[in-house]
Nanobody
C-alpha cells in the first residue's frame, strides 16, 4: 500500500511561483512512477507531470513545459512540483499519484493523495 500526502497549495497572483510537495510512504520500486494531476472546476482530471522513482526520466504536459518542473528526493521519499509563471488557467486541485507503469491518464494510477488547492488570481 502506497500513501501520498500533498502540501504547498495556496492563493497567489498571476506570474508568481509556488512549490508543491508530495510525501510518499509505503512500498516503492525503481520502476514505479509518481505523477501530478490537476482538476479544475467543471473539467476532467488532467495530467501535469510524471517522474520515474529512479529519477531517470520525466514527462510534462505541453501546457506546463517551460513553467513547471517535477523532481524527487529518494532519500526523503518526496516528490515536488515547482510551478513558475503561474496563470489563472492553472487554478485547480493538484493531486499526486503512483503507478507501476507510466501513463498520462488518471485511470492508470492506483494510489492518490487528497489533493491541495492552487488558486491563481488575475
Amino acid at each position: 500500500q502506497v500513501q501520498m500526502v500533498e502540501s504547498g497549495g495556496g492563493l497567489v497572483q498571476a506570474g508568481d511561483s509556488l512549490s508543491l510537495s508530495c510525501a510518499v510512504s509505503g512500498r516503492t520500486y525503481n520502476n514505479d512512477v509518481v505523477a501530478w494531476f490537476r482538476q479544475a472546476a467543471g473539467k476532467e482530471r488532467e495530467f501535469v507531470a510524471a517522474i520515474r522513482w529512479s529519477g531517470g526520466s520525466t514527462a510534462h504536459a505541453d501546457s506546463v513545459i517551460g513553467r513547471f518542473t517535477i523532481s524527487m528526493d529518494n532519500a526523503k521519499k518526496m516528490v515536488y512540483l515547482q510551478m513558475n509563471s503561474l496563470k489563472p488557467e492553472d487554478t485547480a486541485g493538484y493531486y499526486c499519484a503512483s503507478a507501476n507503469v507510466f501513463s498520462r491518464k488518471a485511470a492508470g494510477y492506483n494510489y492518490w493523495g487528497q489533493g491541495t488547492q492552487v488558486t491563481v488570481s488575475s
